[in-house]
């Protein structure tokens, strides 16, 4: 065992209880705090104590004040000056509540518990009262955050983007009405997945993505080599408007829903596996070929269905351009579709919404939550990296 294992072990020793730690630790931070606020002091009058004052300025005795912090309420020694220009960072005048149990309540925000029920958390767990209208103050200072993490810049090359939405409702005018918050996830040059930003919106359209687009290239972008999304009528010209270079790929998965909409129980299965033998297909020419045969066979019967997968052929089939490892991560929004369903765990206990701000609110803390893991590149990005070099050298060093 090492030396410094050794130490903890004997120093642990001496306390019999789980309380009795947690007392130390408490007292810890309290003197822990309260040395750090006379190194500010020294720091705010230029000399430290017991040395000659360098200015009319000096020490002026102490103030109690009650703090609260994750080890509970306690009262600390803020030490002050004659002329009362000392506020300290570490505890700032006119607030009681440090960073660390700030962050607590941020993070029960995040993880979907109302005002009432942190309120009540926080009085079970560390023995003192936060009033909702404090834990809104909390909550609510996250919009600063919102702001800059909304217009931070952004790589210049994402290799794929994956766009989608996520409906929630929203009480606007006295009524209640769905709103949805647009998603744009980009992988960059790192192989990592980033959430490059969320905007708010009545109904997805064309229109509206061209604002999306438009904002994404004003921060930065100048280049997205591939995009996977849903099936928007004019998605694939507004796309091209903004990146002309990047080819679009309209989410399988989705087709596969929305065709399977119109199908009878009896038929699904059977109908579902025979689109599987197109988008399973080795190579496009065979896939076309598949949906010849799926169309002979189910035309008759689902003609919608079939006309369908006529009309979208080439944006539903880009992933063919490309080698099977690219391939799999490009003809589904699974991965977005993921991501919404965390927001969606996260903010379940919230059946709407009052203000566009309060669901902004609710998604960004949700997504801070949910990306937490979101430090490692994609698997097997060491070979997709070099496919996406062989085919788009010059764009991917940009």
């Excluded at 006119?94 to 309120?119: C, F, H, P, T, W």
């Excluded at 926080?122 to 600063?144: G, M, P, Q």
């Excluded at 590149?377 to 788009?392: E, R, S």
Aim: charged fraction near 25%; glycine fraction near 4%.
């Amino acid at each position: 065992m090492k030396k410094d294992e050794l130490l903890t072990d004997e120093f642990l020793k001496q306390f019999k209880t789980g309380e009795e730690l947690y007392s130390f630790l408490a007292q810890l931070q309290k003197r822990g705090i309260e040395k750090m606020l006379e190194g500010e002091l020294d720091a705010h009058l230029g000399y430290e104590k017991h040395e000659k004052a360098l200015n009319a300025n000096a020490r002026n005795g102490f103030s109690s004040k009650k703090i609260k912090t994750s080890f509970g309420e306690s009262e600390i020694q803020v030490p002050r000056d004659r002329d009362s220009s000392f506020n300290p960072m570490i505890v700032p005048k006119r607030q009681n509540i440090l960073d660390g149990l700030e962050n607590v309540i941020v993070s029960l925000y995040a993880k979907g518990m109302s005002n009432s029920d942190i309120e009540q958390q926080i009085r079970e767990v560390y023995n003192f009262e936060v009033s909702t209208s404090t834990i809104s103050r909390i909550t609510d200072s996250v919009a600063n955050d919102i702001v800059a993490w909304q217009n931070r810049p952004l790589d210049a090359v994402y290799l794929i983007v994956w766009m989608d939405g996520i409906v929630f409702k929203v009480r606007e005018n006295s009524k209640v009405i769905n709103k949805t918050i647009y998603l744009a996830v980009g992988l960059n040059r790192e192989g990592k997945k980033e959430v490059l930003g969320m905007w708010l919106g009545k109904s997805e359209s064309a229109s509206f993505w061209m604002g999306v687009l438009t904002d994404l290239k004003s921060r930065g972008v100048e280049d997205i080599l591939i995009t996977a999304t849903d099936n928007l009528n004019g998605f694939t010209n507004t796309i091209s408007n903004v990146f002309p270079e990047s080819k679009t790929q309209i989410c399988v998965v989705h087709q596969i829903r929305n065709s399977a909409r119109y199908v009878v129980w009896k038929d699904k299965r059977e109908f579902t596996r025979n689109l599987k033998e197109i988008y399973n297909a080795p190579t496009k020419q065979s896939a076309r070929a598949a949906l010849d045969d799926f169309a002979t066979k189910w035309n008759y019967k689902y003609p919608y269905a079939v006309k369908s997968w006529e009309e979208n052929w080439e944006e539903l089939t880009v992933f063919f351009d490309f080698p099977l490892e690219i391939r799999k991560i490009i003809y589904t929004t699974n991965l977005i579709e993921n991501l919404n369903g965390k927001i969606r765990k996260y903010t379940k206990n919230k059946l709407s919404f009052p203000t566009d701000e309060a669901v902004l609110k609710s998604v960004y803390l949700a997504l801070r939550e949910a990306t937490k893991k979101w430090s490692m590149p994609i698997p097997n990005w060491g070979l997709i990296l070099n496919q996406f070099l062989t085919i788009y050298e010059k764009r991917v060093q940009l």
